[in-house]
């Protein structure tokens, strides 16, 4: 059974960085395509990057696209997510997902099997 677990967040003023870390235990994470969604409060879950199992591929929410980069080590099954120039919209709970298989996307989070329980981060003066 994969396990995964979230951390790095926390709060930070709007302009600043976070770096949240996804690290997996249980199974090879090299074998799943990996997404970072968040969810804000009265909001629906959105998907904020994906990338795929080898790293090759990263696809990016436009609201995020230009401040957040989203790598993998999968020599320490973990993979992260750089968030600069936060912006109080982007304050939610944050959550890494893995689906089996080479890439999935960011528009139904059921692609994704195993979910950690997420992380949050506060953007505010």
């Known amino acids: 059974q994969l396990q995964l677990v979230e951390s790095g967040g926390g709060l930070v003023q709007p302009g600043g960085s976070l770096r949240l870390s996804c690290a997996a235990s249980?199974?090879?994470?090299?074998?799943?395509?990996i997404a970072w969604f968040r969810q804000a409060p009265g909001k629906d879950r959105e998907g904020v990057s994906c990338?795929?199992?080898?790293?090759?591929?990263?696809v990016y929410a436009d609201s995020v696209k230009g401040r957040f980069t989203i790598s993998r080590d999968n020599a320490k099954n973990t993979v992260y997510l750089q968030m600069n120039g936060l912006d109080p919209e982007d304050t939610a709970i944050y959550y890494c997902?893995?689906?089996?298989?080479?890439?999935?996307?960011?528009?139904?989070?059921?692609?994704?099997?195993?979910w950690g329980q997420g992380t949050q981060v506060t953007v505010s003066s």
């Open positions: 997902a893995a689906a089996p298989g080479v890439m999935s996307g960011l528009v139904d989070p059921r692609e994704y099997a195993y």
């Open positions: 249980g199974r090879t994470l090299a074998y799943y395509s």
């Open positions: 990338i795929s199992n080898s790293g090759d591929t990263t």
